[in-house]
């Protein structure tokens, strides 16, 4: 089980559009439509953004959405604010009643 | 309001055992699957384990030989327990509730703040 691979960081202004990659296998991202995305603020708990690769859990906002293409899925985040600035990490389901995370992506709000 | 919230020992010698326990508030624990997962200073998340009511679990294979987790549906909490530990099991560690969300994908919904772990003599 490697971890996913992430940028390390990304940077948009407000009002702009990110996106954030999330590099697997045919093992996970590739085989299962099973990707999940956390936020995360320093100190608090992270949060679960989207999971099944495009679906919002209740009260998320519809600025936060996800894709898949191959072994790669990703994470959109469109009109940027500045509560948007945030580690984020993807999530993989790989098979066998397992998980597998990314490396994690620090976003800033210029 | 669900909330978990992580305890134990901030500081473990090497070669010791790393022992925590998640408390869950608000939800029976005998209801989901509970999971931990840990993140080492300057890396990702990295998944750890599971355990449903039931106590069956399931393990990450880079750690299920140093592995135990447990639980306690009278007190509502479960537990981790890491041995034979060194400075690489330095990490903040979550726990977090593995939810069914249908169409077979199960996710972490709910997580604790965190608890920092550090290993070192």
């Known amino acids: 089980q490697s971890a996913l691979t992430q940028p390390a960081s990304v940077s948009g202004s407000p009002g702009q559009s990110i996106t954030i990659s999330c590099t697997g296998t045919s093992s996970d991202v590739g085989s299962y439509n099973f990707v999940s995305w956390y936020q995360h603020h320093p100190g608090k708990a992270p949060q679960l953004i989207i999971y099944?690769?495009?679906e919002r859990p209740s009260g998320v906002s519809h600025r936060f959405s996800g894709s898949k293409s191959g072994n790669t899925a990703s994470l959109t985040i469109s009109g940027l604010q500045a509560e948007d600035e945030a580690d984020y990490s993807c999530?993989?389901?790989?098979?066998?009643?397992?998980?597998?995370f990314g490396g994690g992506t620090r976003l800033t709000v210029l | 309001q669900v909330q978990l919230q992580e305890s134990g020992p901030g500081l473990v010698k090497p070669s010791e055992t790393l022992s925590l326990t998640c408390t869950v508030s608000?939800?029976?624990?005998?209801?989901?699957?509970w999971s931990w997962i840990r993140q080492p200073p300057g890396k990702g998340l990295e998944w750890i384990g599971y355990?449903?009511?039931?106590?069956?679990?399931?393990?990450n294979p880079s750690l299920k030989s140093r592995l135990t987790i447990s639980i306690d549906t009278p007190k509502n909490q479960f537990s981790l327990r890491l041995n034979s530990v060194t400075a690489a099991d330095t990490a903040v560690y979550y726990c977090?509730?593995?939810?069914?969300f249908g169409s077979g994908s199960h996710d972490f919904d709910l997580w604790g703040q965190g608890t920092l772990v550090t290993v070192s003599s």
């Open positions: 977090a509730r593995l939810y069914y």
């Open positions: 608000d939800v029976s624990i005998s209801t989901y699957y």
């Open positions: 999530c993989s389901y790989a098979g066998s009643s397992t998980w597998v």
């Open positions: 355990i449903f009511y039931s106590g069956s679990t399931k393990y």
């Open positions: 099944e690769g495009t």
